[in-house]
């Protein structure tokens, strides 16, 4: 498989070029099955590293895109990816449904940390760090992009967990969260620590949720439509404190105690004086301390046993300030309603020892109920589904 390369370059921070390069074909960039003379996750090997539940097998879907991170997939099949240091959007086609992606056209390249992509009514939403463009008509212009649209440009500019994970909610709103600017910080600005949303012209914008300091991750529970996501706990607490948090935001307006208290029973040494843990909303589930909980979906496909419907699967990508690495892997925590039962791994195999050979970032339910998985440290796409 080759790259296509037909993008708008060096679209960087507020700046907008409108230039676009003709459509290239390169073979730096290959899937797997697809012949190449680069060296690559495929060619290397590793999945068989990967521990699953027996009746489970992984496979690459694609490979060959440096930092692959958000996905979303749309109705017509087209498959999105962010990065964030790469500064690149990807549009993935596995035309013939084999499982194994066809095509990787390069979208944008030169943006400002693009974690974020979302899909609607035949336009793809890419968040930059400040502002929130949009790609009309995407899917019929995959190798000639049109020029962006500027849907919002007033976000905070700051980096420190500047980047964005988007999805649209199923009130239609765009929901964008903003990170606290900081490992941890009081911020005047109500916009920090926050979930917010908007329409999808960019109006109407108002804050969903308080006291998150980093989510880059969540989904709505397909059954009542509330929403759930990962937050990232503060660093330097030590090696098993804080946990990173699932949490639960069935209505607007809560807090979840952040930079106050941290996993629901914890004060902070620094701003939790006077505060009392009682006040704010808790985890649904505490998970593990510094793992770096990433994408969250549920599984609403019916390809997997029936005790997989309906439950979260968690990318986390991996600690990087603990003395003894952990995460690395793919967690399954089970519910019964609204209350998590069980936190478990689902697939590990990415950490050996202490040495890291991938680092998942989103997960994502297909149509035919397999799952992918995003792995922006081996620059490739997983496709994980149930054989037995």
Known sequence: MRLQTSCFRGF??????????????VALFHSAGCSSDESGPTSSGGLDRIQLPEGFSISYFADGIPGARSLVRSPEGTLFVGTRSKGRVYAVRDDNEDGIADAVHLLAEGLHMPNGVAFRDGSLYIAEVNRILRLDDIENQLEDPPSPVVVRDDLPTETHHGWKFIAFGPDGKLYVPIGAPC???????????????MNADGTEFEVFAHGVRNTVGFDWDPKTGELWFTDNGRDWLGDNSPPDELNHAPE??????????????RLDP?????RDCDDYRPPAQKLGPHVAALGMRFYDGSSFPSQYQGQIFIAEHGSWNRSSKIGYRIMLVRRNGN???????????????????????DVLVLPDGSMLVSDDYAGAIYRIQYTG
């Open 12 to 25: 960087t921070r507020g700046a907008l070029c409108g230039v676009f390069c003709g459509v290239l074909f």
């Open 183 to 197: 490992n941890v910080c009081d911020e005047e600005d109500e916009r920090f620590s926050s979930i917010c949303r």
């Open 252 to 265: 607007a307006g809560l807090h979840f105690g952040f930079p106050y208290c941290h996993g629901g029973d």
């Open 270 to 274: 620094d701003f939790g004086a006077g």
């Open 339 to 361: 209350e998590a039962t069980t936190y478990e791994p689902f697939a590990e195999g990415w950490l050996q020892g202490e040495d890291v050979w991938g680092r998942p970032v």
